[in-house]
């Protein structure tokens, strides 16, 4: 009997041939006129930054399960070459990449202190060579583009003489011209760079120019000033991603260290831009990101996709202040939202987990997105292993739909109750199941030396209308519970919220029936959301994959608001169900009433909990003739 995986793991991804122990980095791909991919990544024989660090090129005839290569773009012995960044030419098949490299082959770069650094990958000449065989091999000549400097060059270490940069914006074209990103760098020093701004390089002639050194190129925005943080921001703007959108606008994405992602718009070809901090709609709630990657795609149907880490706020950027490094961590999970344009703008989703890792201390980034044959592709790397992932198709489709499904989700409905009183309490699916072997997907029983680290595990989702008389901490709502503690419990707490808790026992050994000890954990949702007297839609979403805790009120995912980092919760890795008592009490100390109620039985993606929210508290599940039952595949 086959095992279920869960995809979103990311050892279910396609492995590239990456040697062990090396440093792998953007593994952007495109996609050549017969099917193939060529991948382009930045790779070495130590860490990020160590000697040795070169681009290479790989070739994939079928979706990324095999690779011819690697293949030098610059050998390991010459000076630094990083960040490899490949534009294809749709008329002549012509591969470009381009690289931050070290032409000058210096050893040491002076910091904003005056002392030096050894690590010398973000400097030098934006270089680029090119292939006509799809990667496997490059041109003799390496070319260079013009660099026009800007205040924040005049202002480094070196009066401009020495021009601080790198990319990670996936070359575009647009209107007939190619398009590079870029962010410049004002300096090194806390935190590595201390300043950053976004650049773009335009060439109008690329594209039909057959000699690289006839090349035409233009810096971009005009004037003396990159693409910074809005007004009050502060000084990093980095790692910009710009993009064409349906209507001839420019969109781009980019980094900050204010806890907040941004994004800017361009009318004009790039020449200016409209900055903003991001929001998932106009004038609304901003995209909470720390200082990592956040890209944006328009997909072949005119939608949009967004990775990013969901997570930051006021309370990173305070912690940045301590200690300018913080916000280089937590990259696991990461998330996406799905975005659809409407008058100008990019209108985005409420956030998906996409990928994870149960190693905590993963940091999983610099994803490229690629489609083919009508189906969609991620890549990701965690700096020594980079991999391809397939992405459900439904999982987009949701996001893209998220507003305009209305109807109550009946995949995975185990109970649906209305009002107070005692419900008989179905079973609950098991939470944890990893280690080194299948598992039993019938039973979730594991033989000796455990269960595989992708088997798809247990999930459930607790999802309630209920309106509050009054706030008064410690309402009971829901309780499960047994007489030894074990079930689920959802509470007022002393803050205004609703938390979850889930009280059982550990496994030993994943999947085992031996018992580790009792645990208990609890996540509630965002402070002030909550209102006496107002009618309320809340989910609890408790997802076995990840072991993450999700809450969404009205319809919207909590993100900890401004006093939280995180609006989401892991709980305990080794707790091995929730189940409790035969039958469950629902609202038996609670001021206000529970108009319905609905337990799942397996984890609700982020746009059904919403799909439930929009369909009102009057709606019921019916189970009509070719509606989908059971546990989503």
């Known amino acids: 009997m086959s095992t ?4 979103r793991h990311l050892a279910a991804g396609l492995r590239l041939p990456i040697p062990a122990g090396h440093y792998a980095d953007q593994p952007y791909v495109v996609t050549n006129e017969d099917g193939s991919w060529t991948c382009v990544v930045t790779t070495g024989r130590g860490r990020e930054g160590q000697p040795g660090q070169h681009v290479v090129s790989l070739i994939s005839a079928d979706l990324g399960r095999s690779w011819e290569g690697p293949f030098d773009i610059e050998p390991a012995d010459g000076p630094e070459a990083s960040w490899a960044l490949p534009l294809r030419v749709p008329e002549t098949g012509r591969i470009y990449v381009f690289y931050t490299y070290n032409a000058a082959n210096r050893r040491e770069v002076q910091c904003v202190d005056g002392s030096t650094i050894a690590r010398v990958d973000s400097f030098g000449a934006f270089a680029y060579r090119f292939s006509d065989d799809r990667g496997r091999t490059w041109s003799d000549r390496r070319y260079e583009i013009p660099m026009r400097p800007f205040e924040i060059d005049r202002r480094n270490a070196y009066g401009g003489e020495v021009l601080f940069f790198w ?53 971009l925005p005009e004037g003396d000033i990159g693409i910074r943080t809005p007004d009050g921001g502060g000084p990093i703007a980095g790692e910009l991603k710009a993009l064409p959108m349906n209507d001839g606008a420019l969109y781009a994405t980019y980094r900050t260290i204010d806890g907040y992602a941004c994004h800017a718009y361009s009318r004009d070809g790039g020449r200016t831009w409209e900055r903003d901090w991001m929001r998932f709609t106009p004038g609304g709630r901003k995209v909470k990101n720390p200082r990592a990657a956040n890209f944006a795609w328009r997909c072949s149907n005119g939608n949009y996709v967004y990775w990013f880490e969901f997570h930051g706020g006021e309370p990173l950027a305070r912690a940045g202040v301590q200690d300018p490094g913080v916000g280089y961590s937590h990259r696991n999970p990461a998330w996406l939202l799905g975005g659809v344009e409407r008058d100008g703008r990019i209108h985005w989703s409420q956030p998906e987990i996409i990928l994870f890792d149960d190693d905590l201390g993963v940091r999983f980034s610099y994803p490229d997105f690629i489609e083919q044959d009508g189906r969609t592709f991620i ?77 798809r595990r247990g999930g459930f989702a607790l999802d309630l209308w209920l309106t509050f008389r009054d706030l008064a901490p410690w309402q009971i709502v829901f309780d499960s519970r047994d007489e030894e503690g074990r079930g689920i419990l959802a509470q007022v707490t002393d803050r205004g919220t609703l938390s979850l808790s889930l009280y059982g026992r550990t496994c030993v050994e994943p999947g085992s029936r031996w018992s580790g000890g009792l645990t208990w954990s609890t996540w509630d949702c965002d402070p002030g959301l909550l209102e006496a007297g107002r009618r309320h839609h809340v989910v609890f979403i408790v997802d076995g994959g990840p072991k993450i805790i999700t809450v969404l009120v009205d319809g919207v995912l909590c993100d900890g608001g401004p006093t939280r980092q995180y609006g989401w919760g892991r709980f305990h890795p080794d707790l091995k169900e929730a189940n409790g008592a035969a039958e469950a009490r629902v609202a038996p100390s609670m001021n206000g009433v529970v108009e319905r109620l609905r337990i799942y039985g397996r984890y609700l993606r982020t746009s059904e909990a919403v799909a439930n929210f929009h369909a009102g ?14 546990e989503r595949g």
């Open 167 to 219: 990319g990670v914006g996936k070359p575009f074209i647009h209107d007939g011209a190619a398009y590079l990103c870029a962010s410049k760098v004002g300096g090194f020093g806390p935190g590595f760079f201390v300043e950053n701004e976004g650049v773009l390089f335009r060439s109008p002639n690329l594209l039909t120019e057959h000699d690289p050194s006839n090349h035409e190129w233009e810096t």
């Open 617 to 630: 508290p009057g709606a019921a599940f019916r189970n009509t003739p070719g509606k989908p039952g059971g």
């Open 4 to 7: 279920p995986i869960d995809a």
């Open 379 to 455: 890549t990701e790397t965690q700096k020594e292993i980079a991999r391809v992932h397939e992405i459900d198709p439904t999982l987009l489709e949701g996001m893209w739909r998220q507003g305009e499904d209305r109807e109550v989700v009946g995949d995975g409905l185990l109970v649906e109750h209305t009002g107070g009183g005692t419900l008989v309490m179905p079973e609950l699916p098991r939470l944890h199941a990893r280690g080194r072997g299948p598992v039993d997907p019938a039973t979730g029983q594991a033989p000796v030396g455990g269960a595989e680290p992708t088997a």
